[in-house]
T-cell receptor
């Protein structure tokens, strides 16, 4: 079946470095791709989304890149801070259903002071 | 504004008992979604509801699981005759009304952690 998956399950960085979290997807019919951050014991928190007709979108300290040719999505976090430590999930939505988010497995980001 | 509220936050049940999980959406939101998360895994979609209607239940197990979102009150996810494999975190999300062909951000609650002994 269609799925959204991640290349790297864990990522450790030093405070102040830039972080890049990657995601591969297989559903070419998806209309939106979303990044969520989940801290321990909490629900997912929306970070940023990108529509399928865009290549890049920037937020505060975060940038999402979409490469539809190779079905690849990435989240870049600038000047990573200890508070960024969490599990990051990519998700996709669209096609025939706008109510169903399909999540990837997740990447654990650890930021060392 | 209060966010999505879920209760209880932790629920312990013995095999064969029933579990009822409640979700109150954000004010003004009429769409509710339930997801299940097993340890060290991503969230898996279960069901999408509007008031008094089930829109998409493609992720619901065929037996023992049911969901409702009544005209008044919270959305309820009900698991009958729980088994150990039902142990997981169950998250509810809500969103405002969706225009046709559009996507609205889903806001997640803190989850209910179900443990089946």
């Amino acid at each position: 079946g269609e799925s959204v998956g991640l290349h790297l399950p864990t990522l450790s960085v030093q405070e102040g470095d830039n972080s890049i979290i990657n995601c591969a997807y297989s559903n070419s019919a998806s209309d939106y791709f979303i990044w969520y951050k989940q801290e321990s014991g909490k629900g997912p928190q929306f970070i940023i989304d990108i529509r399928s007709n865009m290549d890049k979108r920037q937020g505060q300290r975060v940038t999402v890149l979409l490469n539809k040719t190779v079905k690849h999505l990435s989240l870049q976090i600038a000047a990573t801070q200890p508070g960024d430590s969490a599990v990051y999930f990519c998700a996709e939505i669209g096609g025939t259903s706008y109510g169903k988010l399909t999540f990837g497995q997740g990447t654990i980001l650890t930021v060392h002071p | 504004n209060a966010g999505v509220m879920q209760n209880p936050r932790h629920l312990v049940r013995r095999r064969g008992q029933e579990a009822r999980l409640r979700c109150s959406p954000m004010k003004g939101h009429s769409h509710v979604y339930w997801y299940r998360q097993l340890p060290e895994e991503g969230l898996k979609f279960m069901v999408y509801l509007q008031k008094e209607n089930i829109i998409d239940e493609s992720g619901m197990p065929k037996e023992r699981f049911s969901a409702e979102f009544p005209k008044e009150g919270p959305s309820i996810l009900r698991i009958q005759q729980v088994v150990r494999g039902d142990s997981a975190a169950y998250f509810c999300a809500s969103s405002p009304s969706l225009p046709a062909g559009a996507y609205n951000e889903q806001f997640f609650g803190p989850g209910t952690r179900l443990t089946v002994l």
